[in-house]
């Protein structure tokens, strides 16, 4: 895995500053620490830092092709780049390395910009092709490898991360204030926006020409659920195995060790799973991190799966103390808010892991097709009671919430019945962003400083509704995977595990991202997915004799962090320090008067905002490394 960086001049008589790019590279140097190299030829530089897994000699980048008229820059892994490369052959293509970034060239010399359509893997590639003057820019399906841009001084500038865009000097930082009201509703930036004006991430399965100073971009793919498709249990169950199993086996091609993170829910558990069919279990290196707090802890859980495998299992016991004192370096690496608590632990589990190996393979993506979250559940109780008045399904839970005290656990009753009532004031186009989500448009209203958005403001959930009504004919379960996946699991959970896993130079695959895979889970009915109330129905089944029965019956429980706790006690300090009122009056971005009430409300127990006071708390600890 690596880091991409560089940019061209749009008049082809101006040549790139190589003290720029390498300034650039600088930034991202903790995602590819093992090489680097830089390209600079006529109007276009391109940088690049290599974190070596396959073809550790020859693998060098950027990489030209044969006659030299074609550079690349390539993060990422293309599982099946060794069919492809078969074919290729058998097309008259002649290749020096036995890497997947000379592949990816030469798909790209015989399919031109639909090369990426043969690609089945995560990834994030530029290449200068100097014949045509292109600059040709890609990212995966799901967008597992980040990329950012800009078109700027008649320059196109992009990097692996938004830190290296801002190191070119042509690039400002100047906050978009409507992404700032995406970030507070969401808790992350969603795509294509960045929190800086100018500055965009390209969307998952999209691609990008640059030519004479004119940008052309499309979606070379996009997920599809084949509606038609009658499956029932005995036909699904084995060939989703099949696939999951197959999933896996790509995604242990490596030159270097690997491992898998182990939760001890049943997306890791799986991945083990399909590891121990395929190889001595003795060989699996897993990889667990446990919590002193009981309901945040599911150490006991991966221990019982690792045992009962019999892999080589490690586990890490996290006090509040050392989660507390990485806290900086995680702030540290993030270079656009993100208010995703638990990318705290990831970078720890990072940490942990690639002292024993440089690849890890995780169960990201199984929650989002097997409606694995418990706002599936509340999607499905939402339309099961659809024909009573919101106002009538509010009455219980308002009643409930004045019998129960907020708690600090991990989704306490108070926490989830919140949530729920608080999503039925929204249409269901955008309930789903009011249960997982923060500030509401309305709280906005209340949040921002007077004035500060004197043209108006973009509908802040205009995001989601994109997605939900692209697929209008969709049941609504469906559909919701279909805005989560594009929403939430790109921008967050990817997100997450990108940088927490590139900040400590280790590779995460995802098997349950597999191309193949998700295309045929897509077309399984919703009702084998969630039966009842029970999520992830058919996975559960499909496994229900090859896992503990313990690992198959628990509930879902998220990699948390006690954020309530923390904010109470050991980041209280801090916490006060980051909203001092003279602080956010000197900003003037917020209005004190009423985050002033929202604290005090929290820290007397009056009322459950963690997610609220978080989401503001790690944007003001944002600003203050990257606006002062």
């Known amino acids: 895995m690596?880091?991409?960086?560089?940019?061209?001049?749009f008049d082809n008589a101006k040549r790139p500053s190589e003290d720029i790019l390498k300034s650039m590279m600088d930034t991202i140097a903790p995602r590819g620490p093992d090489d680097s190299g830089v390209f600079v030829n006529g109007p276009a530089a391109l940088g690049h830092r290599r974190l070596s897994i396959i073809d550790l000699k020859t693998g060098h980048q950027p990489m030209l092709s044969n006659d030299g008229s074609k550079a690349i820059v390539y993060n990422g892994e293309v599982y099946n780049f060794l069919e492809l490369k078969t074919v290729l052959l058998g097309k008259g293509h002649r290749f020096n390395t036995n890497s997947d970034t000379e592949v990816v060239l030469h798909a790209y010399e015989e399919y031109g910009e639909d090369c990426v359509k043969h690609f089945n893997g995560m990834f994030a590639l530029a290449i200068w092709d100097s014949g045509k003057k292109i600059l040709f820019l890609a990212r995966d399906r799901f967008g597992k490898k980040p990329l950012y841009y800009a078109s700027v001084d008649n320059q196109f500038i992009f990097g692996s991360e938004l830190k290296a865009l801002i190191k070119h000097p042509s690039v400002k930082r100047e906050i978009d204030l409507n992404s700032l009201g995406k970030y507070l509703a969401y808790e992350y930036?969603?795509?294509?926006?960045?929190i800086f004006k100018n500055?965009?991430?390209?969307?998952?399965?999209?691609?990008?020409?640059?030519?004479d100073g004119a940008l052309k971009k499309d979606r070379y793919w996009d997920l599809s659920f084949n509606t038609q498709r009658k499956l029932d249990y005995r036909e699904a169950a084995p060939r989703l195995i099949e696939l999951l199993k197959e999933s896996v086996r790509k995604r242990l091609i490596s030159d270097v060790p690997l491992g898998v993170f182990l939760s001890g829910g049943i997306d890791s558990s799986a991945v083990v799973c399909m590891m121990a069919e395929l190889m001595d279990p003795k060989d699996i290196k897993t990889f667990s991190i446990g919590f002193n707090e009981k309901s945040f802890d599911e150490s006991p859980d991966a221990r019982r799966v690792a045992k009962h495998f019999g892999t080589d299992h490690h586990e890490e016991l996290l006090s509040p103390e050392v989660m507390l004192d990485v806290f900086p370096k995680v702030l540290d690496l993030l270079d656009e808010p993100f208010a995703d608590s638990s990318i705290i632990p990831?970078?720890?589990?990072?940490?942990?892991?690639?002292?024993?190996?440089?690849?890890?393979?995780?169960?990201?993506?199984?929650?989002?097709?097997?409606?694995?979250?418990?706002?599936?559940?509340a999607h499905k109780l939402d339309s099961c009671f659809g024909f009573i008045p919101s106002g009538l399904k509010k009455l219980p839970l308002n009643l409930l919430l004045k019998c129960i005290k907020p708690s600090n656990d991990y989704m306490s009753l108070y926490f989830k019945a919140k949530r729920f009532a608080r999503g039925l004031d929204f249409p269901h186009k955008n309930r789903h962003q009011a249960w997982i989500g923060s500030f509401t448009p309305s709280e906005q209203e209340l949040l921002f400083a007077p004035g500060l958005f004197p043209s108006g403001r973009e509908n802040i959930y205009s995001t989601t509704e994109g997605y939900y009504n692209n697929v209008k004919t969709l049941h609504p379960l469906d559909r919701a995977i279909y805005v989560y996946i594009k929403t939430y699991m790109t921008d967050d959970i990817l997100v997450k595990v990108d940088r927490a896993s590139?900040?400590?130079?280790?590779e995460v695959r995802a098997p349950f991202l597999d191309s193949e895979f998700t295309e045929y889970v897509t077309g399984i009915p919703v009702s084998l997915k969630m039966k009842n109330f029970?999520?992830?129905?058919?996975?559960?089944?499909?496994?229900?004799?090859?896992l503990p029965k313990s690992n198959i019956t628990k509930p879902k429980q998220g990699f948390a962090v006690p954020v309530a706790k923390w904010l109470k006690e050991d980041l209280k300090g801090l916490l006060m320090d980051a909203f001092d009122k003279k602080k956010i009056e000197r900003e003037d971005i917020f209005n004190y008067a009423y985050i002033d009430g929202l604290i005090k409300e929290f820290l007397n127990n009056r009322n459950d905002t963690r997610k609220e006071i978080w989401a503001l708390f790690m944007f003001e600890m944002w600003y203050d490394k990257w606006m002062k």
């Open 502 to 506: 590139m900040a400590n130079s280790l």
């Open 346 to 377: 990831t970078y720890l589990v990072s940490r942990f892991t690639v002292k024993h190996v440089k690849v890890a393979l995780g169960g990201d993506g199984g929650d989002e097709l097997f409606l694995g979250y418990p706002s599936f559940i």
């Open 2 to 9: 690596c880091g991409i960086c560089g940019y061209i001049h």
């Open 199 to 211: 500055i965009y991430k390209l969307e998952a399965g999209s691609r990008i020409s640059v030519k």
């Open 534 to 546: 029970t999520t992830k129905w058919i996975l559960k089944e499909a496994l229900k004799d090859k």
């Open 189 to 194: 930036v969603p795509s294509p926006h960045s």
